[in-house]
């Protein structure tokens, strides 16, 4: 029996055997992480290495960084294009504006100075009808006292052709006995239509 407990003291146990094994697993994980580590640190060298000898950045991101800086910048162009287009044409409206400004403003000008030159013309013609109608005045004036001063029967002949209105009129401007004396020596129509006139000239003036 005591043959039989050292035999079996001899075996290595089943604790060591398992601790053996899961450290022959660990060191074939080990080894192949390591060759997967070198792999990959192979491969984004070899990756590299190539993006230089092209002239690209590494990463192997050049073509889709240079399309998109190409799109930025036709997009950058279009907009400055677009925004010096839109610049021109407020330049060009800010000028007809100016040019109509003074169009408006020379063709203001103009009507004042018409409008000075209408005044003054408006001044004149009054100066002259005002003129006109002195002189006329001042000729009938004249002619009704070379009425006065004629013979009454001569007078009397010349109110007998002239238009009984204006024949009216004189007589209401003569002297009352020099009318009543060519009044008398008109014939009876003319006479007549005379007082007719002379009657409705005064009929609208009040008696008191």
């Known amino acids: 029996m005591s043959i039989a407990r050292k035999s079996r003291k001899g075996r290595p146990g ?5 601790a053996i094994g899961l450290l022959f697993f660990a060191s074939g994980v080990i080894r192949l992480a390591d060759g997967t580590g070198h792999a990959l640190a192979r491969e984004v060298e070899a990756l590299v290495n190539r993006d230089e000898a092209e002239g690209l ?16 910048d036709e997009s950058l162009s279009q907009t400055l294009a677009a925004l010096r287009d839109r610049s021109e044409a407020l330049d ?39 003129r006109a109608d002195g002189a006329a005045e001042e000729d009938i004036k004249r ?3 070379v009425y006065e001063q004629m013979k ?13 209105t204006f024949a009216a009129g004189f007589l209401a401007q003569m002297r009352a006995d020099s009318a009543a004396a060519i009044m008398a020596g008109l014939s009876p129509p003319r ?18």
């Open 57 to 72: 950045p590494s990463g192997g991101l050049g073509p889709e960084r240079d399309g998109l800086t190409c799109a930025s």
């Open 143 to 145: 002619l009704i006292s």
């Open 92 to 130: 060009k409206r800010e000028k007809q504006i100016e040019l109509r400004i003074v169009s408006v403003q020379r063709a203001e000008q103009a009507l004042q100075e018409n409008l000075k030159a209408l005044e003054a013309a408006e001044a004149s013609l009054a100066a002259t009808v005002a």
């Open 152 to 164: 009454p029967k001569s007078a009397a002949a010349i109110f007998e052709a002239m238009d009984p």
């Open 191 to 208: 006479a007549y239509s005379v007082s007719a006139l002379l009657a409705g000239r005064n009929a609208g003036v009040p008696t008191e």
């Open 14 to 18: 089943r604790g060591v055997l398992l």
